[in-house]
């Protein structure tokens, strides 16, 4: 049985993984979910908020454990570790490391430790051990479109009706109302965390769809093993913008641009423009928000753009600038290594929690932590260019997309707390191969010649 195929075991792990998170419960949240106010305290499992034991964890245990029952098979080189593992293992241990410094109780930030490395690092360390070439990549992302015109065909019975799937087998959802009316019909919901997570989650499977259409152009390789979904990706390009999910839909917009975009150095020179403008963003996030916050009530033309947006139930953008706003004096008080907590924003009794990912981490454990995780991402970018060494030739379309997938997901950050957790077996698949996804001599596919 081949370990490239959809059916060989190395892949299996991966395959639960992704399963599991769009089918089983988020977290055990109890009577209070009924709270039409509750939502306003759910952060995701992304970070470690609340219960330790929730979907993130469950899964990361177990796949990791599957993973490394079954991975035998994979190269040696899979399981060592290579300095592109540094950042992982850094937001690993940044609440330890930040409560050395920030007095929070050392039981607390050991805690907190090993939930980030249920939730991430296992599901880094499944992706390093499981993808170890970049045909296992390509069979995984066809799993995440496969998926993706799954939940599409679920998604179309919640847009037409309403959001019923979650609570009918699991009981209340936090955000089981929260932003459910669009300007037609309604936002589902699914078995995601929150609407903008679900949003998300149709934009990877849009630039999923996109790099299928593409790498179709450049070849007719697969026309054998994924014909009938190569033509279904064109479809699955449009779900985030039926589902009226305006962020994901620009974000979606743009990782399809950097895509489509075929020349190395206008990619490179775009991405190092997107993440520098990112890090002044954030840098200069308070005056920004204070100002932003401000003409939304002052300046008339933006004025009457909020009424027509709120009149739209699309007016959510200047509710979550507000909220960002509100908690930028507690993470003056402790800019370096944080309050050591995620519940830091509490303690702003009458304020509700940030909305953004970045602000919770910069809350929660400082600069330090914020780095530690921005890394996740940077890092891989710079391996992935600096293992190119022909600025002339294409670059392989499914590890570019892994790439695409993990910024988009970084941008939407600032914003939202939702993170798909599923994209870091991706990540942990572009760890182990940066430099072996574009070495194919397989005829038709896109080379890049490396030093030998």
């Known amino acids: 049985m081949s370990g490239t195929s959809l059916y060989g075991m190395r892949l299996w792990p991966i395959i639960g993984y992704l399963a599991g998170s ?3 419960p988020i977290a055990p949240f109890g009577p209070q979910a009924e709270n039409p106010n509750f939502f306003t305290s759910v952060l995701g499992n992304a970070l470690p908020y609340g219960p330790l034991i929730n ?11 599957m993973a490394g029952l079954i991975g035998w098979s994979a190269p040696s080189s899979s399981r060592k570790l290579r300095w592109l593992d540094v950042p992982m293992l850094c937001w690993i241990i940044c609440p330890t ?3 050395v410094f920030n007095a929070s109780p050392f039981r607390q930030d050991i805690q907190q430790s090993v939930y980030l490395a249920f939730a991430w690092g296992a599901p880094y360390a499944v992706g390093r051990l499981c993808i170890t070439h970049w045909d296992d990549l390509r069979i995984c992302l066809l799993a995440f479109l496969i998926a993706g015109g799954v939940t599409f065909g679920f998604a ?26 669009r300007y037609f019909g309604y936002r589902p919901l699914l078995m995601m965390e929150d609407p903008n997570q679900f949003g998300m989650w149709f934009a990877t499977v849009a630039i999923i769809a996109c790099a299928f259409w593409l790498n179709s152009r450049q070849s007719n390789q697969y026309q054998t093993d994924a014909g009938p979904w190569l033509k279904a990706s064109r479809v699955l390009v449009l779900p985030v913008f039926l589902f009226q999910a305006i962020g994901a839909s620009v974000l979606s917009v743009f990782g399809m641009s950097l895509l489509i975009i075929q020349n190395p150095r206008v990619l490179s020179r775009g991405l190092l423009f997107a993440g520098a403008l990112a890090i002044v963003l954030f840098a200069c996030r308070g005056p920004i928000l204070h100002y932003a916050r401000q003409s939304l009530n002052t300046v008339p033309a933006a004025r009457s753009a909020k009424a027509w947006l709120q009149d739209h139930s699309l007016g959510s953008l200047s509710w979550r600038l507000a909220r960002e706003d509100d908690h930028l004096a507690l993470i003056r008080q402790h800019p370096i290594v944080g309050w050591g907590d995620i519940n830091f924003w509490r303690l702003n009794s ?9 602000t919770l981490i910069a809350g929660a454990y400082g600069t330090l932590g914020v780095l530690c995780w921005v890394s996740l991402t940077v890092t891989p970018i710079l391996a992935w260019f600096l293992s190119h060494h022909a600025d002339d030739q294409r670059f392989c379309v499914f590890g570019k997309t892994v790439l695409v997938l993990l910024l988009v997901q970084l941008i939407d950050a600032f914003l939202n707390s939702g993170y798909l957790l599923t994209l870091v077996v991706l990540h942990g698949g572009m760890t182990s191969n ?3 996804f574009c070495r194919t001599s397989t005829p038709g596919v896109s080379t890049v010649k490396t030093k030998k």
Do not use: K, N
């Open 22 to 24: 769009l089918l089983l």
């Open 156 to 181: 179309l019975i919640e847009f037409a009706g309403g959001r019923f799937y979650y609570e009918a087998i699991y009981g209340p959802h936090p955000f089981q109302m929260e932003g459910e009316t």
């Open 55 to 65: 979907r993130a964890t469950i899964l990361g245990g177990l796949s990791l454990l």
């Open 350 to 358: 009458d304020r509700v929690r940030p909305w953004g990912l970045v």
């Open 97 to 99: 490391v930040a409560g």
């Open 434 to 436: 940066c430099t072996v």
